[in-house]
């Protein structure tokens, strides 16, 4: 067991290998009932600093070495603020997700995002990244992105999914991947509540890959992890998966087993209700669904169920119950689990599919919605100015005085065009909202929705809602409110930059 430093502002025991025998677990479990330690310091989700050593109304900048609170105390305030949110506001939030694709460069995200983007309805053909066919992908719209068949700047867009009835709302941002271009992963992640994470099943993790679960967890973003290009030759998502979980220290397990290797991949099996999916169509976009699986399967899905099981009971008190009474977790008791410990950040479940090969996106999608959180399910903390810069919860309501955050500043068609999250209150065209930072009132002339360089005219935005407007001077990390709170929330991370000359590098030798 590590050594506790009771002089950390989060102070708890540290847990042991994940993969320890069925005995390890127990008397683990056991020491940590006497033993459980919570954080001291009641603290941001995005590691707001306490002081301020400079204005009052300067904007709060990310501080890494202060500690997040663990989910569990998160949690007990945000069961009681959701306790007391409009049935309006909560049916609401639970329909909306804002995420993420994020990963290693060339690891598929794009063409990911624009196999969402088609099974979602929000585009009517799939086009290719490298713009051979004349188009391009919708999301890389610059002529150097489509040339270099790179990401270059990240882009937001958004669409709906179909889920058992219920109609869900994603905010989608997606992301470079080269190293060069990382503040505009820091951007999207700093307001983003979950991300899919993007895994080459040919190269696993790699150098990119562990930057990306750096940021991740520097704003304490949980995600569900996609092992891509199943269908190239030397594809093993089960040594994706331990790398995920030894390099990237991330609880890790399958909830898939693909039907077929390489090229004949057809499918997918669930491990968690034994359901073998089957992508079929010219552009998988017909799932057939049978409940009886492959014969030569079986084994393997009961292998990878077991351990999946096993993964849950290190991370989930419901399932380790289960697991050390031998007793088999239902179906609803397994996807309950699954989502309790992506949210807490202690768990990822895996997926895999090849977009390029229209395999596997729909459940991609299915699982965001199951185990990635909402808005109200995130806490998060601004400094209330006005007294003494005490750290507040902002409330994911409609009704309450607004507060929204800069995240991104772009040159548009028609003028600096800057992207908001709105975290309480709402945004309405023609509304004055004040620059925390300077006290000046801004005119919100036009209110839009982004789809890539596309952009739809809003009348309102409401909490929860990524949106981008015009005519306001800011810095990215800048907060606005309505005037009625003196509120300001903490800028995103911005990596030291690069020295030009040879001689500026540390290890230079002159």
């Not at 979950?194 to 993790?205: D, E, K």
Request: contains cysteine.
């Amino acid at each position: 067991m590590s050594k506790i430093d009771v002089s950390s502002p989060r102070c708890y025991t540290t847990s042991v290998s994940r993969f320890a025998s069925s005995q390890q677990r127990y008397h683990r479990m056991m020491f940590a009932n006497f033993t459980k330690l919570i954080p001291l310091k009641n603290l941001s989700r995005c590691g707001v600093s306490a002081v301020s050593h400079t204005s009052k109304r300067s904007a709060r900048f990310f501080h890494s070495t202060v500690s997040r609170k663990a989910y569990e105390d998160e949690k007990a305030v945000l069961d009681e603020m959701t306790s007391q949110l409009p049935e309006e506001d909560v049916k609401r939030a639970s329909r909306l997700r804002n995420i993420g694709i994020s990963a290693h460069i060339d690891s598929g995200k794009t063409t990911f995002t624009e196999r969402v983007l088609y099974y979602t309805g929000r585009i009517k053909a799939i086009h290719d990244v490298r713009g051979r066919d004349g188009v391009g992908a919708k999301m890389d719209h610059m002529d150097l992105e489509r040339e270099k068949g790179i990401t270059i700047q990240s882009a937001a867009t958004y669409c709906s999914w179909e889920k058992e009835g219920q109609d869900y709302h994603f905010n989608l941002i997606d992301t470079p991947g080269h190293i060069d271009f990382t503040i505009e992963v820091e951007r999207a992640l700093r307001v983003l509540d979950g991300a899919v994470l993007v895994v080459c099943a040919v190269a696993g993790v790699q150098s990119q890959t562990v930057t990306v679960d750096r940021q991740m967890k520097r704003y304490n973003v949980p995600r569900v992890t996609f092992i891509n290009k199943m269908d190239r030759m030397g594809a093993n998502p089960w040594r994706a998966i331990e790398q995920i979980n030894s390099k990237l220290k991330m609880a890790a397990a399958a909830i898939q087993v693909p039907i077929g290797a390489e090229k004949e991949l057809q499918g997918v099996v669930n491990i968690i209700d034994n359901q073998a999916v089957y992508f079929e169509g010219s552009q998988g976009e017909k799932l057939r669904i049978e409940k009886e699986i492959p014969a030569d399967l079986k084994d393997l899905v009961a292998e990878k169920r077991a351990t999946l099981v096993e993964t849950l009971a290190d991370v989930d008190d419901e399932i380790a119950e289960c697991f050390l009474d031998e007793v088999e977790p239902t179906v609803e008791q397994i996807k309950s689990a699954i989502r309790r410990a992506t949210i807490a950040r202690k768990f990822t479940p895996v997926l895999m599919g090849s977009a390029l090969a229209n395999r596997g996106i729909q459940p991609v999608l299915d699982a965001v919605c199951d185990y990635l959180p909402n808005p109200s399910e995130v806490l998060n903390t601004a400094l209330d100015i006005s007294n003494d810069e005490t750290p507040v919860n902002l409330v994911p309501s409609s009704s309450l005085p607004t507060v929204a955050l800069a995240f991104k500043l772009e040159e548009g068609k028609y003028g600096q065009l800057t992207y908001l999250r709105v975290y309480q209150g709402k945004l309405k065209k023609g509304s004055m909202i004040t620059h925390v930072k300077s006290g000046k009132k801004v005119k919100v002339a036009r209110l839009v929705r982004m789809h890539s360089e596309d952009m739809e005219d809003v009348d309102q935005i409401g909490t929860g809602e990524i949106c981008a407007t015009f005519g306001i001077d800011c810095a990215s990390g800048d907060t606005f409110t309505d005037g009625q709170v003196d509120y300001s929330m903490s800028s995103m991370f911005v990596p030291d930059a690069i020295p030009k000359g040879r001689s500026n590098f540390p290890c230079s030798l002159r």
